[in-house]
């Protein structure tokens, strides 16, 4: 059972905590404006807006609701386009897209006005650029983005919040409907229920596993990670950074800590998938789920990270045995992540190529933590994406580089070590000669040009 209130109504559900959203929300028939497209988190047409009871009182996120389980909203708020208004009238971005031309065939549009109506009600500073940022995750096929822009800018030019009151605010603009006030009560009178997970699967953000095995999940109940308070924690303590496994990319973007330990953390996240994916995904899944490209993964290599996983702590570079193996046995569970403040003056700097600048996965990435004084290079850790089975820790390059005077021959020396330490294969993001070419150039960038990009 799965107790949650849909726009304006106590909604009580009898099905699988894993199916998804998406397809529960298709099957009723008064609730026809979420599109289904890829179901692969890729093009926004889903978006739903979700409110979720916390410290602060309801937090809303917009997500991708073809990659989020049935189980995950319980006890929650789902907004879905119908829930934005009560009768006929529109809110101020549809009245804009509608008077700017922004939405010719119409099929992405209720997603896009989801995730700006997410970002009204989730971000701390709404304002034009955020709201853009939050169209990431959105893609049009017909109009193109120009008119979007416009119809965005008409709106947020004229935006302000009332401090406090942001609720109020934007129910007195028309972004939402008054029934939102009465929000927070109500998803306390839900009834508690719970189903027991039967079924040894664990889902995190579900970013990654419901693009494989959406089919599979449907009539599950797995093992939500995200319930779990004990693996939801960003905290510093005797010079070392510890990272709960269920911690969301977008509460390290939010991470006012992180943020002061690696300035150019919250802007490199930007280029990690989108606003929606990063509101659900996971620093667990992103380790576990072993891509060799994953971002996160290549970070805390050159941080020098260890997994927690059961008693042990482990390395991250150990970590990883070859292509999608992990030194963990099937059904244990990635707790935490830690890795050593870095020295002050260090410089964390992370680099991705990938086809499309948003929304993508990198072709190549990589990372170097290194500090340099006078033109001398300390101690250096370099990481990469891309070009090996696994996200790679660059050891012999980083040994190389460490203590070294930057200059030409350094770099090229360093670049043809960094060669025999990897193996890219040809495929969709490039072909091996490519990937090392990027490498290359990646690692030349890292150490003359600085800071995270
Ligand atoms: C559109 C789109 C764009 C993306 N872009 C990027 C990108 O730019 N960069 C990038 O790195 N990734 C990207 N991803 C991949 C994915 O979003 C990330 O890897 C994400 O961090 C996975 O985390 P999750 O919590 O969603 O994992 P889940 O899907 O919940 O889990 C992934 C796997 O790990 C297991 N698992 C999860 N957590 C744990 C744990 N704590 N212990 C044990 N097992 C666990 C699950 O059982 C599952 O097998 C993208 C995905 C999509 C859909
Ligand atoms: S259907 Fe494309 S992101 Fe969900
Ligand atoms: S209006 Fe047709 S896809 Fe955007």
């Excluded at 008054?178 to 009178?189: A, D, G, I, N």
Aim: aromatic share 6%; glycine share 8%; net charge neutral.
């Amino acid at each position: 059972m799965i107790s949650f209130l849909c726009n304006n109504s106590e909604t009580t559900v009898d099905c699988a905590e894993g199916l998804p959203v998406l397809d529960w929300i298709r099957s009723q028939p008064h609730l026809p404006g979420t599109k289904e497209g890829c179901r692969e988190g890729d093009c926004g047409a889903c978006t739903v807006v979700v409110g979720r009871p916390g410290a602060h009182g309801v937090e809303y996120s917009a997500v991708c609701s073809c990659l989020l389980p049935m189980g995950e909203i319980n006890g929650c708020h789902l907004v879905t386009i119908e829930g934005l208004t009560t009768g006929d009238e529109l809110t101020p971005f549809q009245q804009s897209f509608y008077s700017e031309g922004a939405s010719q065939c119409g099929f992405c549009t209720p997603g896009m006005i989801m995730s700006l109506t997410g970002n009204l009600l989730g971000t701390e500073r709404p304002s034009s650029s955020t709201a853009m940022e939050s169209l990431d995750g959105n893609i049009c096929r017909c109009t193109g983005y120009v008119a979007v822009k416009r119809a965005v800018d008409n709106v947020m030019n004229r935006f302000s919040l009332k401090s406090g009151q942001r609720i109020e605010s934007l129910i007195e603009d028309g972004h939402i409907p008054p029934y939102f006030s009465t929000v927070e009560e109500r998803l306390k009178q839900l009834p508690s229920v719970t189903t027991p997970n039967t079924d040894s699967i664990a889902v995190a953000g579900g970013t990654d596993i419901y693009v494989r095995s959406s089919e599979k999940l449907s009539g599950k109940n797995p093992e939500f990670l995200t319930r779990r308070d004990d693996l939801k924690f960003i905290r510093k303590s005797n010079g070392t950074v510890e990272i709960g496994a269920a911690v969301t990319l977008k509460q390290l973007r939010e991470s006012q800590m992180l943020a002061e330990i690696l300035p150019g953390l919250k802007d490199f996240l930007l280029k990690v998938s989108s606003t929606q994916i990063r509101s659900r995904a996971t620093v667990g899944g992103n380790i576990v789920n072993a891509s060799p490209i994953a971002d996160m993964a290549v970070i805390l290599l050159a941080l020098d990270a260890a997994v927690a996983v059961s008693e042990r702590s482990i390395p991250l570079h150990r970590f990883y045995l070859g292509y999608k193996k992990l030194d963990m046995s099937s059904g244990e569970i990635l707790t935490a992540v830690s890795f050593p403040v870095p020295d002050s003056g260090s410089v964390l700097s992370s680099l991705k190529v990938s086809k499309r600048e948003f929304l993508d996965i990198a072709s190549v990435n990589s990372s170097m933590l290194f500090t340099v004084e006078k033109g001398v290079l300390g101690s250096v850790r370099l990481s990469a994406g891309g070009v090996a089975p696994v996200p790679l820790l660059l050891e012999k390059t980083g040994a190389f580089l460490s203590g070294k005077t930057i200059s030409e021959e350094t770099i090229n020396t360093a670049c043809a070590i960094a060669v025999d330490e990897i193996a890219p294969i040809s495929d969709i993001r490039g072909s091996s000669e490519y990937k090392t070419q990027l490498l290359k150039a990646q690692i030349r960038a890292h150490i003359t040009r600085g800071p995270n990009r």
